[in-house]
Nanobody
Framework: QVQLVESGGGLVQAGGALRLSCGVS????????MGWFRQAPGKEREFVAA????????YVADSVKGRFAASRDNAKNTVYLQMNNLKPEDTAVYYC?????????????????????WGQGTQVTVSA
């Protein structure tokens, strides 16, 4: 059973930065495409970023492009989401997810159904 645990969320002022981490256990981390999603109150879960198995390729949503970046450390079984210049509209619960197909395809990486395992989420709150 693959388990994902996010950490690093919290309260930050607009313009600030946070780095989220997601530790993965119980599987072969280096073969998974990893994704980040978020869900704000009253809204649907939306794609934020995805990173390939090697970490060399990443995709980010247009809404966070230039501010957020996903990366991974396969030696530590951990994926990261660096969030800079945070805005109040970034407030949400952030989830990491594992896609066991191992293939990062931009056509599909943005869909939550692509992912097989999910973490419990970590709250990020950005104050104005």
């Amino acid at each position: 059973q693959v388990q994902l645990v996010e950490s690093g969320g919290g309260l930050v002022q607009a313009g600030g930065a946070l780095r989220l981490s997601c530790g993965v256990s119980g599987g072969t981390f280096g073969t998974y495409v990893m994704g980040w999603f978020r869900q704000a109150p009253g809204k649907e879960r939306e794609f934020v970023a995805a990173v390939s198995t090697s970490g060399y390729s990443t995709y980010v949503a247009d809404s966070v492009k230039g501010r957020f970046a996903a990366s991974r450390d396969n030696a530590k079984n951990t994926v990261y989401l660096q969030m800079n210049n945070l805005k109040p509209e970034d407030t949400a619960v952030y989830y990491c997810a594992a896609d066991l197909s191992g293939v990062l395809d931009e056509r599909y990486a943005r869909g939550s159904s692509r992912y097989n395992y999910w973490g419990q989420g970590t709250q990020v709150t950005v104050s104005a």
